[in-house]
């Protein structure tokens, strides 16, 4: 959660009880981005970027 996002603080032990209270599925959908672009990492070598 980011704070101010919606006009109001969101302190970082409450954000992680709304987190914890979430079911592993709906966890998952977090993680599973980031894995998707590690392993895409790994096959492709690294990232570069070239400037047009």
């Known amino acids: 959660m980011i704070?101010?996002?919606s006009?109001?603080?969101i302190s970082?032990?409450?954000a992680a009880?709304?987190?914890?209270?979430?079911e592993k599925a709906e966890q998952?959908?977090?993680s599973e981005p980031?894995?998707?672009l590690l392993a895409m990492?790994?096959?492709f070598d690294g990232?570069?970027?070239?400037?047009l």
């Open 17 to 22: 009880k709304n987190y914890e209270r979430l």
């Open 7 to 9: 006009g109001f603080e």
């Open 12 to 14: 970082e032990e409450v």
């Open 41 to 43: 990492l790994r096959v």
């Open 3 to 5: 704070p101010d996002f």
């Open 34 to 36: 980031m894995e998707c």
């Open 47 to 51: 990232v570069r970027l070239y400037r």
């Open 28 to 30: 998952d959908k977090d």
